[in-house]
Antibody, heavy 120, light 110 residues
């Protein structure tokens, strides 16, 4: 069955960077895109960006452009999302989610989420 | 646009029906048939309930249905059950190949 397993919770100081991993199994990794979505405490879901796991192409929300980098290691079926220059407003649960390539397809499987806490 | 517009809350008694709206623009909800709906219980990851406006993934009860008119999509939950109590989020693709989520609606089963 399709599984997306994310790395564990992180605590970071303001100004630091964090990298979250998302290991996929149960499907052909390079046939899909991996998107990243975050949710601050008590807040809505917020789309951050995605990577085409096949060719490595990326696209980011303008809100995060320049501070977020999404990469993948196709040989390890793993995607990564790095956020730099962290502030307290980046405290959130970060989710990876799988999406078939093509605009109409939904986010059909989700990782368990990774809590990133930014605190001095 | 930073988010699609959803009512913050909705409620209904067991067995009743409730409809949640999701309003966007012609650049997102109104321009494409890529609206999807997600159910999220506290502390859990979102779960896909409806995709491409009105399609249900296997395993999702047929009590859940979706529709769209113009720039507004809707999720209807019929025959409300206690386990339907959750947050619901709509999502849409946008014409610059990005995605938006709604602000979320907390559904309470009275």
């Amino acid at each position: 069955q399709v599984q997306l397993v994310q790395s564990g919770a992180e605590v970071k100081k303001p100004g630091a960077s964090v990298r979250v991993s998302c290991k996929a199994s149960g499907y052909t990794f390079t046939n899909y895109a991996i998107h990243w979505v975050r949710q601050a405490p008590g807040q809505r879901l917020e789309w951050m960006g995605y990577i085409n796991a096949g060719n490595g192409d990326t696209k980011y929300s303008q809100r995060f452009h320049g501070r977020v980098t999404i990469t993948r290691d196709a040989s390890a079926n793993t995607a990564y999302m790095e956020v730099t220059s962290l502030t307290s407003e980046d405290t959130a649960v970060y989710y990876c989610t799988r999406k078939e390539r093509g605009m109409s397809f939904p986010f059909d499987h989700w990782g368990q989420g990774t809590l990133v806490t930014v605190s001095s | 646009q930073s988010a699609l517009t959803q009512p913050p809350s909705a409620s209904g008694s067991p067995g009743q029906s409730v409809t949640i709206s999701c309003t966007g623009t012609s650049s997102d909800v109104g321009g494409y048939n890529c609206v999807s709906w997600y159910q999220q219980h506290p502390g859990k990851a979102p779960k896909l309930m409806i995709y491409e406006v009105s399609k249900r993934p296997s395993g999702v009860p047929d009590r859940f249905s979706g529709s769209k008119s113009g720039n507004t999509a809707s999720l209807t939950v019929s025959g409300l059950q206690a386990e339907d109590e959750a947050d619901y989020y709509c999502s849409s693709c946008v014409d610059n190949y990005t995605w938006l989520f709604g602000g979320g609606t907390k559904l309470t089963v009275l």
